[in-house]
């Protein structure tokens, strides 16, 4: 279940469990700002992705800088602590990298988070790629890193208690630690 922010609908929870009923595996995309539905859902769900737009460190600056909204980042750590808390939950945690919007430094802030608060799922980093969805006024302002630069910020990276995959256009989905 995705498209906008699922928990913000007010049927997601019966949804969900509706479809656990009918032994349908359900997976939810996330951005975390609701951890209070995400903790109703956890009875229902596989599966949780979490899509993190930018480190959650620093009062969550950066991820205002890069979302340009009032996202709590508290709230986003909160998503994750209830998930990762869970039994039977596959959780997975992605971060689009976008090239001249996001920093190496931004990629390696999130992993060094994820080790610090010793996450165990899997840990993807997507390569952005322009869509007509995204705007016209964005083409110039976003561009589309090679699968090497992504793989150059992830030297230096092992034993880590998740692993990392990478979603590109050149190598499709690959685990790279």
Do not use: W
């Not at 903790?39 to 460190?57: G, S």
């Not at 709230?75 to 039994?87: A, G, L, M, R």
């Not at 090679?146 to 990392?164: H, R």
Request: aromatic share 8%; proline share 5%.
């Amino acid at each position: 279940i995705t498209g906008g922010e699922p928990t913000l609908q007010i049927d997601i929870i019966p949804l969900c469990k509706i479809l656990k009923e009918i032994k349908k595996l359900v997976s939810v995309d996330t951005n975390g700002s609701h951890p209070e539905i995400i903790k109703l859902l956890l009875p229902y769900v596989n599966r949780i992705a979490l899509d993190l737009k930018a480190p959650l460190e620093l009062n969550g600056n950066r991820l205002k800088q890069i979302i340009i909204t009032n996202l709590d980042p508290q709230k986003i750590k909160d998503t994750i602590k209830i998930v990762q808390s869970s039994k039977n939950i596959q959780f997975e945690i992605r971060t689009t990298y976008i090239k001249k919007l996001h920093t190496p430094d931004d990629l390696k802030s999130i992993m060094n988070y994820l080790k610090k608060i010793n996450f165990t799922g899997d840990y993807v980093i997507q390569q952005y790629q322009y869509s007509d969805g995204v705007g016209e006024n964005y083409r110039e302002l976003f561009e589309e890193p090679s699968f090497e630069e992504i793989k150059d910020i992830l030297n230096n990276y092992e034993n880590l208690p998740y692993k990392i995959y990478v979603r590109a256009r050149e190598i499709g989905y690959k685990q790279i630690i």
